[in-house]
């Protein structure tokens, strides 16, 4: 084992490293985006079924959807404000 492999051993850890921190910042904000996302429709379901019985629901299409989803909890208590006022 020459000098050399030691050498590419290194510079391949090094380029490594750089990748995954590269990758992993996006990568967090992906897998926050897609928890908003499961958390806004599980709580815009659940209010529904819950809201029905009080003949209250949030009728879900695109834009309920988009936003219950991109902003989750505070997405969906703007939903409940936007629809007791409307």
């Given at each position: 084992?020459?000098?050399?492999?030691?050498?590419?051993?290194?510079?391949?850890?090094?380029?490594?490293?750089?990748?995954?921190k590269i990758?992993?910042?996006?990568?967090?904000?992906?897998?926050?985006?897609?928890?908003?996302?499961?958390?806004?429709?599980?709580l815009l379901?659940?209010?529904?079924?819950?809201?029905?019985?009080?003949?209250?629901?949030?009728?879900?299409?695109?834009?309920?959807?988009?936003?219950?989803?991109?902003?989750?909890?505070?997405?969906?208590?703007?939903?409940?404000?936007?629809?007791?006022?409307?």
């Amino acid at each position: 084992m020459g000098i050399e492999y030691i050498a590419y051993f290194i510079l391949a850890i090094f380029l490594l490293f750089v990748v995954v921190k590269i990758f992993s910042w996006p990568l967090k904000i992906l897998l926050s985006l897609i928890g908003n996302a499961i958390l806004g429709t599980v709580l815009l379901f659940i209010l529904n079924v819950i809201g029905g019985t009080f003949n209250f629901y949030i009728g879900i299409n695109i834009w309920t959807a988009l936003i219950a989803g991109f902003f989750g909890i505070p997405g969906v208590i703007f939903l409940i404000i936007f629809k007791l006022f409307l």
